[in-house]
Each structure stands twice: as C-alpha cells, then as structure tokens.
C-alpha cells in the first residue's frame, strides 16, 4: 500500500469510528555515507528511516498515534490507539486541524542531477579529494575523516479538509578532518562542503581549502588575556547563532525561557543586524513549502535594522499572542509533536568581504572554530564560555594562530554590538546562515 492509498483509507476508516477532522503526516528519509581510508572504501552505509502519525479529535478531543508500517493492520492500530490516547488527554488548550493556506509557493528543492549521479562515482570522487589531501603538503600527517553523506527527505500531510501536500529535498556533504604536523606541533582543520549540485565540486578546491585550513594553525602563539573587538568567521557566527536560535521562538517565550518574550517593535541588536527566515532561499539546506501544520510557507523578517519585528510562530503561540502565525510549526519526526523552528534563517550578508573586516582593524581576533557551544552556553542568559580557535590581527593584518584559548560574552548582549556584517554568508546543514561578524569586543583568555 502506498501513502496516497493508504492515508485515503485512514481519513475514511477514521470517519467511520467516529473522529471529527483528522491529519496524516508521513515523512520519509533516506541517507548514504561512505568514508575512505588511504584509498580504499573504509565504510559504507545506506540507511532509511520514517513512518507516519495520526491525529484525530474523538469525542472532542485531540488523539494521536503513529506507526512505521503501512498496511491494514496499522490502520486499525493507529485508529485505536489515537482513541486511547484522546481519551486521557488533559490539555485544556486543544490542537485543532488546519484547512489550509489560500496558495502554496511549488518549488522543487529537490536534485534529481543529485540523485542520478551513480554511487562509484561518489565514491570515486572521495577517493581523489583524498589523495589531493594527503598529497598536498609534506605536514599533513593524516587524514582522520574524509566522509560523503547524501541525505533525502520527502513529507507528506494530507487531512480530513481537503487539504494535501507533498515536497522533497535533498544535498550532499563532504566532510573533511585533517591533522597536520611540524616538529612537535600537532594541529587539526575541519572542512565541510554542502552542494545540491554535484557537477560544482572541485576535488582541488576542497583538497586545498581542507589542507590550508589544518595549516594554518601551525605555528600558534599566545596572546594576552583581555576583551578584543572579534571577527566571527561565517561559519562560527552561524554556529553561534544556531545555538540561541531557540530564544527566537514564541513557543520558548511564552514559557518564560527567552529574554525577547515581549520584545517585538524594540530596538535588540545593532542597526546594521537584519535577521531574516527565507524557506525558499536557494543556498538554504532547511528549505520548505508548508510548515508542520501545513500552513503555507512564506518570508519572515524576524529582525529588521536591529528592530525585533516578530517571533517564530505556529497556529497555537499566535492564537496566545493574538497575532497571525509565521508558519513555523515544526515535527522533528513524524513522531513528534508541534513545536517551533525556523527554516532557513540567516543573517543579511553586508556589502565588506572579510579582508576588509580585518585590514579595518588594528587588533583584533578572528574565531574560526567554536567548541563546546552546547555544554558552555545558556540559552536563557544568553551567557557563553567555550573554547575557540582563531588568529590575531595586527595593524590590518592576520599576525599568526592564536594558541588554544576561550571567548566569552553574552548573546544579547553581542547583538547590539555587531559594528560590520560581512557578505561572504555561509549556510550549515541545519539551515542556519551567517556572514562574517565584526563584534566590538568580547573576553578572550588564552591558555
């Protein structure tokens, strides 16, 4: 049985036991990874996850199921159990079914050029950015991880309203550990690349990117311990974000856990921050047509000028608030609940390429790695102390590497004192965004 027909006799056989309006969510996702190893296939993996949930009222109340299978007998199950569960429910605030958005934007974010592209192919194409790696310089001593990972979801919602949607997307990602070694020196660069389109890799671009990035931190010095003005390199500022990007949530304020609870229409960052969710963002890897409720997606500036213009929302918090919802209901599977997320959300890139930042600058630190995000910093707060990598600036110019060393400040606080925001934006696969970040200054303690 396939979805369509499947979910058409689970609205009818749902009607037949007595639930009122219902919802069907499927979402499937399919992964390959492999990982190489001195030019021979180190791992190979191929891996398919998903399944579907239910939810009906019965009896005026909401009740919820899910399964794995479909065939017959989940049918019954989930009808069943979706009973069961309404019976017991005690929420005096009620989820109800959405009928739908009057229109859908209908962009295709899935590659089938991606997907065409034969597996020894792929792995052929490990293989030489590897050898590019390990021959590129005499002090690379190791490759700890050259890995390609393919990933592929699909989702469908369909309810007892008429309303059914459909989409799929997908990307690939190399990832690349390089260590690297001088006399006693021992040092390690991390290298991630995200593509839809697997006709744009170069295996030298990336094995030169990979190896120069492990390099560059050869040669590390210490520096002294004070508050500096930081450059957070795009992707450490989009890793820094991704870790507060909760406090940006309705559903997070309403419980008292986000300093921005009542916020909105006040001025929380520097005027040059505009903060922007874009779902249909053609470099965005969380991109989406219709939310987890399926409330038609659609552009949101969260942050305008420094100016907080709104949460992220679902149907629930903004019916709390007394405002429209944002679309970002979100299902971290087909077995969770609602809650909320963004989809793409990024920083507005500036018009200043990240030499510029620097040769502005007469001392100042450039981050490149962030460690320890979750374990060293508090949502709540907006407090953080983790560890970092990085290069002093002297006079305009990169100096040298910085020895291990720890930054700390406060999110909120960071915010308002972004001085540049550079153009060079950079998307994580959480589909989390970010240029590169000139901040004021911030605590650095070298070891």
């Known amino acids: 049985m396939n979805i369509e027909q499947f979910q058409q006799k689970l609205l009818e056989d749902g009607k037949n036991s007595g639930f009122g309006d219902m919802e069907v969510y499927f979402e499937k996702s399919t992964r390959f990874a492999c990982q190489v190893y001195k030019g021979e296939l180190d791992h190979y993996e191929t891996a398919e996850d998903g399944g579907l949930s239910f939810r009906g009222t019965y009896n005026g109340k909401m009740g919820y199921a899910y399964t794995e299978k479909l065939d017959e007998e989940s049918i019954t199950f989930l009808l069943e159990s979706a009973k069961a569960n309404a019976e017991v429910i005690e929420d005096e605030e009620q989820d109800d079914i959405f009928a739908g958005s009057d229109s859908y934007e209908d962009i295709d974010f899935y590659s089938k050029s991606l997907d065409e592209v034969p597996i020894p192919d792929k792995i052929a194409f490990l293989k030489e950015v590897e050898s590019k790696v390990a021959n590129y310089d005499s002090r690379i001593a190791s490759i700890n991880s050259c890995k390609l990972i393919e990933q592929s979801n699909e989702r469908v919602l369909a309810n007892s309203k008429g309303l059914s949607l459909h989409e799929r997307k997908n990307y690939l990602a190399l990832v690349l550990s390089v260590i690297v070694k001088h006399g006693e020196e021992t040092k390690s660069g991390f290298q991630v690349e995200i593509t839809k389109d697997f006709t744009s890799l170069n295996a030298d671009e990336i094995a030169k990117k990979a190896a120069d990035e492990a390099l560059s931190y050869l040669g590390g010095k210490s520096i002294a311990s004070k508050k500096y003005p930081i450059i957070l390199r795009n992707d450490a500022a989009a890793d820094l974000l991704g870790t507060f990007v909760s406090v940006f949530s309705a559903e997070i304020a309403q419980k008292g856990r986000s300093l921005l609870k009542d916020k909105e229409g006040e001025k929380i960052a520097a005027e040059k921050l505009t903060v922007i969710d874009d779902?249909?963002?053609?470099?965005?890897?969380?991109?989406?047509?219709?939310?987890?409720?399926?409330?038609?997606?659609?552009?949101?500036?969260?942050?305008?000028?420094?100016?907080?213009?709104?949460?992220?929302?679902?149907?629930?918090?903004?019916?709390?608030?007394?405002?429209?919802?944002?679309?970002?209901?979100?299902?971290?599977?087909?077995?969770?609940?609602?809650?909320?997320?963004?989809?793409?959300?990024?920083?507005?890139?500036?018009?200043?390429?990240?030499?510029?930042?620097?040769?502005?600058?007469?001392?100042?630190?450039?981050?490149?790695?962030?460690?320890?995000?979750?374990?060293?910093?508090?949502?709540?707060?907006?407090?953080?102390?983790?560890?970092?990598?990085?290069?002093?600036?002297?006079?305009?110019?990169?100096?040298?590497?910085?020895?291990?060393?720890?930054?700390?400040?406060?999110?909120?606080?960071?915010?308002?004192?972004?001085?540049?925001?550079?153009?060079?934006?950079?998307?994580?696969?959480?589909?989390?965004?970010?240029?590169?970040?000139?901040?004021?200054?911030?605590?650095?303690?070298?070891?």
Request: hydrophobic fraction near 35%; aromatic fraction near 8%; proline fraction near 3%.
């Open 279 to 447: 779902p249909f963002h053609e470099d965005g890897f969380d991109s989406r047509n219709f939310d987890g409720e399926g409330v038609a997606s659609k552009i949101c500036s969260v942050i305008e000028n420094g100016t907080l213009k709104t949460l992220l929302h679902n149907r629930k918090t903004a019916t709390k608030s007394g405002v429209e919802t944002t679309g970002h209901a979100y299902k971290a599977s087909y077995k969770g609940t609602l809650t909320v997320a963004p989809s793409n959300f990024y920083v507005v890139p500036g018009k200043k390429n990240r030499d510029e930042l620097v040769n502005s600058l007469n001392e100042a630190v450039i981050v490149t790695k962030l460690s320890g995000l979750h374990s060293g910093a508090n949502a709540v707060s907006g407090n953080f102390s983790v560890a970092a990598q990085g290069f002093y600036v002297k006079d305009g110019k990169v100096s040298t590497p910085v020895k291990q060393m720890t930054i700390a400040g406060n999110f909120f606080e960071l915010l308002k004192e972004i001085q540049e925001v550079g153009s060079d934006l950079y998307f994580a696969t959480s589909g989390i965004g970010a240029p590169s970040l000139l901040v004021k200054e911030l605590s650095v303690t070298v070891e």
